[in-house]
């Protein structure tokens, strides 16, 4: 039974940092493409952030691409998100989701199937 379980949200002032961590279990990390999702109020879910297996080819949404950094960590079965510089509109519910994949570019990454979530983490900006 695969389990991604998010942790690091909370509330921060505008300009500040968090670092989401997501831990796997149940699933050959290794060899899943990972990716951080978020949803806000009223808004589609959109994929910030992906990363292929060996962590060498990332996508970074547009609205995200200078300000937050995607890692993993095989040995560890963990993915993470630094968010630097986070303003108001960062808000939102963040989830990681796992897909497998043979190979991936910045393209696909975020067209990938994705078919294992976790729980989500709220992220909180104030102004």
């Known amino acids: 039974q695969v389990q991604l379980v998010e942790s690091g949200g909370g509330w921060v002032q505008a300009g500040g940092s968090l670092r989401l961590s997501c831990a796997a279990s149940g699933l050959t990390f290794s060899i899943y493409a990972m990716g951080w999702f978020r949803r806000a109020p009223g808004k589609e879910r959109e994929c910030v952030a992906a990363i292929n297996r060996s962590g060498s080819t990332t996508y970074y949404a547009d609205s995200v691409n200078g300000r937050f950094t995607i890692s993993r960590d095989n040995a560890k079965d963990t993915v993470y998100l630094q968010m630097n510089s986070l303003k108001p509109e960062d808000a939102a519910i963040y989830y990681c989701?796992?897909?497998?994949?043979?190979?991936?570019?910045?393209?696909?990454?975020?067209?990938?199937?994705?078919?294992?979530w976790g729980q989500g983490t709220q992220v909180t900006v104030s102004s």
């Open positions: 989701a796992a897909a497998y994949s043979r190979g991936a570019t910045s393209y696909s990454l975020p067209r990938l199937n994705y078919d294992s």
